[in-house]
């Protein structure tokens, strides 16, 4: 996988709440939907996110990863195709 800001941004954004978080995901995704590399790392870092919430009991933000999480995944399987998906799929297994 790339190496990529996306987890450190969304770390930033978790310190200002939900606004911040779906502000930081339409940036990124807009940005990025285009490129299968990028727009898999987005996806494993919304599922990290997701994951760490969760774990920590907040279900607000747990609540809104899962959902940008599923956006972006759905996103990336209905989009990509032949190679780029296969790499997607292997890089999210």
């Given at each position: 996988?790339?190496?990529?800001?996306?987890?450190?941004?969304?770390s930033?954004?978790?310190?200002?709440?939900?606004?911040?978080?779906?502000?930081?995901?339409?940036?990124?995704f807009e940005?990025?939907?285009?490129?299968?590399?990028?727009?898999?790392?987005?996806?494993?870092?919304?599922?990290?996110?997701?994951?760490?919430?969760?774990?920590?009991?907040?279900?607000?933000?747990?609540?809104?990863?899962?959902?940008?999480?599923?956006?972006?995944?759905?996103?990336?399987?209905?989009?990509?195709?032949?190679?780029?998906?296969?790499y997607?799929?292997?890089?999210?297994?």
């Amino acid at each position: 996988m790339i190496s990529t800001t996306f987890y450190d941004d969304f770390s930033i954004a978790d310190r200002f709440g939900a606004k911040a978080v779906q502000d930081t995901y339409n940036r990124a995704f807009e940005s990025w939907k285009d490129n299968y590399k990028y727009l898999t790392a987005l996806t494993i870092n919304l599922n990290w996110k997701l994951w760490d919430h969760y774990e920590k009991g907040n279900k607000q933000l747990a609540k809104l990863y899962e959902k940008l999480w599923m956006k972006a995944d759905s996103y990336a399987t209905t989009h990509l195709k032949g190679d780029e998906l296969q790499y997607y799929y292997k890089e999210t297994d």
